[in-house]
């Protein structure tokens, strides 16, 4: 049975954080904020995957109450969930936005589905990464925030 599943996350960026996306560090002056390492698309993706095997969200999973995952690494914790999916069956495709004024991600889009597609033993033919922006709009088009959105297909 094919089930899909739609993720969402954003945070605000700040001062003295690495910006990751998608698990990959991006040059930029600001990071994102978060109890992890803040990787808004990976986040979308975890929430995504779990939603289509009805498995509630990252937050269940991984609680920013709870100490171990300061300042952990998204990608792990996607590998983690990657797990939590396998054993009830196996993920199709995802497809992901990341909505940003900058940095401009175009030249980071390739890596990043090759880490994502990595850490879910995809190939990277199934995963597709898309950057936009926010034409000015928002917290987003103001500079203070990136968001992303993700769309799983699972076949349980």
Same mark, same amino acid.
Request: with cysteine; net charge positive.
């Given at each position: ?13 700040? @001062?003295?954080?690495? *910006? ?5 560090? $991006?040059?930029? +002056?600001? !990071?994102?904020?978060?109890?992890? #390492? ?34 952990? @690494?998204?990608?792990? *914790? ?5 797990? $939590?999916?396998? +054993?009830? !069956?196996?993920?199709?495709?995802? #497809? ?16 990043i ?6 850490a ?17 709009l ?19």
């Amino acid at each position: 049975m094919l089930r899909v599943g739609i993720g969402y996350d954003i945070h605000r960026l700040g @001062s003295g954080r690495k *910006l990751v996306l998608g698990g990959i560090t $991006i040059p930029h +002056k600001k !990071g994102l904020l978060g109890h992890s #390492d803040g990787d808004v698309l990976i986040h979308a993706i975890i929430d995504a995957l779990l939603g289509a095997c009805s498995r509630r969200d990252i937050g269940y999973h991984f609680p920013d109450t709870d100490p171990k995952y300061k300042n952990a @690494s998204s990608l792990d *914790l996607l590998k983690k969930t990657r797990v $939590i999916i396998s +054993k009830m !069956g196996r993920i199709e495709n995802k #497809d992901c936005t990341v909505v940003a004024e900058a940095p401009r991600l175009s030249d980071y889009i390739e890596k990043i589905r090759h880490s994502v597609a990595h850490a879910l033993n995809l190939t990277v033919d199934r995963v597709s990464v898309k950057a936009k922006t926010a034409e000015g709009l928002g917290a987003v088009g103001r500079r203070q925030a990136i968001e992303a959105h993700a769309v799983a297909l699972v076949d349980l």
